[in-house]
């Protein structure tokens, strides 16, 4: 099956900071999400982005499916922000979940 | 989108007992999946929940420990059967849409 691996696993930011979390995945895929996982375990729906370059507010999120990687961009960072990120390729039928980045915002 | 809700959203269990956990969607959906989160780990597909068949199973997961109904297309149940301190994880249930899977907010199991 595809293997994910994110990275940073941990990130600490100070609330208004930028930041980059990266996914790299190792085979083709036609479909890729982004999802936030808040502190009560539930998940968000960020991105749905096979390829390309989408923005929703703060958050904008890029797909190189050529280059097996997508990127995740957080700008002015704030505390609920705060969560685990995961990246979840599908190369059939399922998504595989990478092992999330664990991000902290400090006040 | 669709709207997951499952129930119960927690529960504290001992050892040896089971715990049927349900999902319920908005809207009539083909595929229904179950995924588990140990404690600090990321998510695994236990199974895809067939509607009028026996669901399909992943690597490592069977369907005596895990058995799973889909009696329609907006409900789903998993039973974690003779449970363990090691099946302490939240359960999520999860949909596919046309493009995106959605997931439900979780079941935190805890096991004594």
């Known amino acids: 099956g595809i293997q994910v691996e994110q990275s940073p696993p941990d990130l600490i930011l100070q609330e208004g900071a930028n930041s980059t979390l990266r996914c790299n995945f190792s085979?083709?895929?036609?479909?890729l999400q982004w999802f936030h996982q808040n502190p009560w375990g539930q998940l968000i729906n960020l991105f749905y982005?096979?390829?390309g370059t989408k923005q929703n507010g703060r958050l904008s999120a890029t797909t190189v499916a050529t280059e097996r990687y997508s990127l995740l961009y957080i700008s002015s960072s704030q505390t609920t922000d705060s969560g685990v990120y995961f990246c979840?390729?599908?190369?059939?039928?399922?998504?595989?979940f990478g092992k999330g980045i664990t991000l902290s915002v400090r006040p | 989108s669709a709207v997951i809700s499952q129930k119960p959203s927690r529960d504290i269990c001992q050892r040896g007992t089971s715990l049927t956990i349900q999902c319920q969607v908005d809207?009539?959906?083909?595929?229904m999946f179950w995924y588990r989160q140990q404690p600090g780990q990321s998510l695994t597909l236990i199974a895809t929940?067939?509607?009028?068949?026996?669901?399909?199973?992943e690597s490592g997961f069977v369907i005596d420990k895990f058995p799973i109904s889909r009696p329609n297309l907006t409900f789903s149940t998993l039973t974690v059967s003779n449970m363990s301190p090691e099946d302490s994880s939240i359960y999520l249930c999860?949909?596919?849409?046309?493009?995106?899977?959605?997931f439900g907010p979780g079941t935190r199991l805890t096991v004594l």
């Open positions: 999860s949909v596919a849409g046309s493009t995106e899977q959605f």
């Open positions: 085979d083709s895929v036609n479909n």
């Open positions: 982005i096979p390829s």
């Open positions: 979840a390729p599908r190369g059939n039928s399922k998504l595989t």
């Open positions: 809207s009539q959906v083909t595929m």
């Open positions: 929940a067939n509607q009028g068949s026996e669901a399909t199973y």
